[in-house]
């Protein structure tokens, strides 16, 4: 079972920045695709961005590309989502996941991390 652990969300002004990382239990980066997900009270979950084991590639849903960033470190078993020109929609429990497909939906993703608060509001 992959054990995962969000941290870095907090209370930004529109437009600030911020940077959530999720840390794996253990070195599971080449084999598992870590997603990002975030849903909002009253909202369905949402996929928001994932990075593919292997190779890399990243995807983005249409509602943060070019405001996110996501991105690897496999020595420290950690994946980052940088976060831009955040905008009060942006507000949601963000969550990171494990699976085996580069995809947004959820469902392709087995294990869970606990979430972290992102509140974008001046």
């Known amino acids: 079972q992959v054990q995962l652990e969000e941290s870095g969300g907090g209370l930004v002004q529109p437009g600030g920045s911020l940077r959530l990382s999720c840390a794996a239990s253990?070195?599971?980066?080449?084999?598992?695709?870590i997603g990002w997900f975030r849903q909002a009270p009253g909202k369905e979950r949402e996929g928001v961005s994932c990075?593919?084991?292997?190779?890399?590639?990243?995807y983005y849903a249409d509602s943060v590309k070019g405001r996110f960033t996501i991105s690897r470190d496999n020595a420290k078993n950690t994946v980052y989502l940088h976060m831009n020109s955040l905008k009060p929609e942006d507000t949601a429990v963000y969550y990171c996941?494990?699976?085996?497909?580069?995809?947004?939906?959820?469902?392709?993703?087995?294990?869970w991390g606990q979430g972290t608060q992102v509140t974008v509001s001046s």
């Open positions: 996941a494990a699976g085996f497909i580069a995809s947004l939906d959820g469902a392709y993703f087995s294990s």
């Open positions: 253990g070195s599971i980066l080449d084999y598992f695709t």
């Open positions: 990075i593919n084991r292997g190779d890399g590639s990243t």
